[in-house]
């Protein structure tokens, strides 16, 4: 198990590390000043997903001060590794739901059949494993509502970075 965790890890820390790298138009003095600490800001993370700096409350707001470290609704690497966990899960998802309907279109059986399977039909091909233009949409919108809840974003900074750090897949070319 230890194993798997640690690629799970690995790969959260490579998209979050593609997506601060992809902020950069967006916002270059923050991602240049982050890159430096992004590895110990990722161990951090990991060591304890559930105390990752949350924001707090701008100064003057009202309400008592949130979880999290003075200052840290300002830092975009825990956010990003939290949005890239997300999207990994949600895309594990549906490739796992993808992966089920494969082996019963390889066995042609319809949802939920049993019996012994048929051939399947000339020319059906198994479903790709891309992204289309609403899953796209789903990824990108994982990422704003991180960036508005972990991050405190508010929603059109949220969704000025999404599309940053996202991309535009088929959905049009990031902003730059």
Known sequence: MKTSRHTYDAEVAELAR????????????????????????????????RRAPAPRPAAGSAGAPGPGLPGTQELLTPVLVAA??????????????????????????????????????????????RIDEEQWREVRGIVTRTLMRHGGMPRDRAE?????????????????
């Open 160 to 176: 000025l970075m999404a599309a940053a750090v996202v991309g535009g897949g088929p959905t049009g070319p990031a902003p730059g």
């Open 18 to 49: 593609g997506m601060l790298e992809r902020a950069a138009p967006v916002a270059p003095e923050q991602v240049a000043a982050e890159r430096r600490a992004f590895a110990m800001m990722c161990m951090a993370y990991f060591a304890d997903p």
């Open 84 to 129: 890239a966990a997300a999207v990994l899960t949600h895309l594990a998802d549906k490739a796992a739901t993808a992966s089920r309907e494969l082996v019963r279109r390889m066995l042609h059986r319809p949802p939920g059949e049993d019996g012994p399977p048929a051939a399947a039909p000339a020319g059906d091909e198994p479903p790709g494993a």
